[in-house]
């Protein structure tokens, strides 16, 4: 039986989590003196409400989570947080529609990226950190950050982390996951203070930095300015804002082992951080190719511009410095591939994750081997050991499922009257959690308003379900679950 009082009152307690976090974008709106002060008090205070409610119904739980409740727990927090999170919208009027306000909210926390506001320099500050700050949360995950901050709440519960980690292959670097919680959210931190502080000796404000950097280390890619970080136009700001996105598509699990325990060499031996490393680079050459080509681009402009978007879109960021949208459309290929594929397992980007990939491609190469040798025994490694086949049966329900969660929406959007470029792009977007789609209607740098209230909330579920890796959302529709037995 599903253990519901105590996913009550760990709901409640995540709950008054979110409130406590919501008071840091009403101290800004306070701040800057701005008409969003009311909307964050009240948003407040029906989240506090809710969550004292919560945690009565949740008095007398037994402390024992099991994996189904672990399941139930991690997809039902991302969908109440997105509901309570979406509030300051509401209340405020700046997104006075609920589907818009939820969308936006599970854009944030699911760090897609993807927004219905056509201006985002209309917003006051306080709304703008929030937006930011829902991306910077969301980054790791919002249990995996309980985990770290209070892990007697969840008990340290290694089937929570199991439901909302990325990847097929879940790395440990302490036997206590709370520990382990803490080193990541450590390493996050640390990303988060040194891309701030470069971006604000780059010519960025405080307030833009702290922005920036919090959605540029989550991979997300809200942004305080209609034209991102093209606003500035800053080489340096680019630069910086590439190497970034790329350590934040790196896993953490790797940056541990690396640079806080000296051992830099497994950097560069890692297969998976080098077919990540690989793919950047061939598609970077590609794209510089087309934009000389075939755009007029200068060398450094196009290096530049095309390293630019070839990160931005395979660590599922998002950020732009140039509209993608009127580039060639052959390049439109090269960076859905890279949506595609997305960053490492256990970063905070999303796709189908290069491990992922690296596993797919030498399935296919093995099976081709066998064609001619069938008795030769090939076994499909990474990082020098041979990965367990249940996780490479993983591999492909998970590949088989994105597809189809893809072709679904892709049909969908046809049949609402969106164009046939727009809808898979915006799927693949949604489904990895980039946020840009490539298109002429809906492009890199528009907002995606005027797409239909039934597809917002089709996408609104593809992008939780993108997030939480489909397969910890499936498994709730499946008549297995909810059986006692």
């Not at 006075?96 to 006051?124: H, K, Q, W």
């Not at 960053?343 to 994750?353: L, R, V």
């Not at 308003?449 to 997030?467: A, F, N, Q």
Request: net charge positive.
């Amino acid at each position: 039986m599903l253990n519901t009082k105590l996913i009550y009152k760990i709901l409640g307690a995540l709950l008054g989590l979110e409130a406590t976090v919501m008071t840091c974008s009403l101290v800004m709106a306070f701040y800057y003196h701005e008409d969003d002060v009311l909307a964050f008090i009240i948003s407040i205070i029906l989240t506090i409400v809710a969550a004292t409610i919560l945690r009565f119904m949740g008095l007398g739980a037994e402390n024992s989570l099991g994996r189904r409740d672990a399941y139930l727990l991690v997809t039902a927090t991302w969908a109440v947080f997105s509901l309570f999170g979406s509030l300051p919208f509401l209340i405020s009027g700046y997104i006075p529609n609920f589907t818009d306000a939820y969308f936006e909210t599970m854009s944030g926390f699911s760090t897609t990226g993807a927004s219905v506001i056509d201006r985002v320099e209309a917003l006051p500050h306080g709304m703008l950190f929030w937006r930011s700050l829902t991306q910077w949360i969301g980054g790791l995950g919002i249990v995996f950050f309980t985990v770290a901050i209070l892990p007697s709440l969840v008990g340290g519960n290694v089937k929570v982390f199991s439901a909302e980690a990325t990847g097929p292959i879940r790395a440990k670097m302490h036997p206590r996951l709370s520990t382990t919680a803490k080193w990541i959210w450590t390493i996050y931190l640390l990303l988060t203070l040194m891309c701030l502080g470069s971006f604000y000796l780059a010519g960025m404000s405080v307030f833009d930095a702290a922005n920036y950097a919090m959605t540029v280390t989550a991979t997300g890619g809200f942004a305080t300015h209609d034209a991102s970080t093209g606003y500035f136009h800053s080489i340096s700001i680019d630069y910086i804002a590439i190497f970034f996105m790329f350590l934040s598509g790196t896993s953490f699990t790797l940056l541990y082992m690396s640079f806080f325990k000296g051992k830099i060499s497994k950097l560069f031996k890692n297969t998976e951080f080098k077919f990540y490393s690989v793919i950047i680079l061939c598609a970077t050459v590609v794209i510089t190719y087309i934009l000389m080509a075939y755009s007029n681009y200068d060398i450094h402009t196009a290096v530049r511009k095309s390293l630019f978007q070839v990160v931005s879109f395979m660590t599922t960021t998002g950020i732009f410095n140039d509209d993608a949208g009127k580039w060639p459309h052959i390049t439109w290929v090269v960076l859905s591939l890279c949506m595609f594929f997305g960053g490492c397992a256990g970063s905070t980007s999303g796709g189908f994750k290069c491990i992922r990939g690296m596993m797919t491609v030498t399935a296919v190469r093995n099976e081709l081997k066998r064609i001619l040798h069938p008795k030769a025994v090939l076994p499909v490694k990474a990082n020098g050991q041979s990965v367990p086949y249940p996780a490479q049966v993983s591999v492909m329900a998970f590949f088989i499922l994105y597809m189809m969660m893809c072709f679904f929406t892709y049909f969908v959007m046809i049949v609402m009257g969106v164009d046939s470029t727009n809808s898979i792009t915006i799927a693949i977007s949604c489904a990895s959690n980039v946020g840009p789609a490539l298109g002429l209607e809906i492009g890199p740098t528009m907002s995606w308003t005027t797409l239909p209230d039934m597809v917002k909330w089709l996408l609104s579920v593809l992008m939780l379900m993108g997030r939480l890796e489909i397969l910890t959302v499936i498994v709730l529709f499946t008549p297995a679950f909810w059986k006692d037995r």
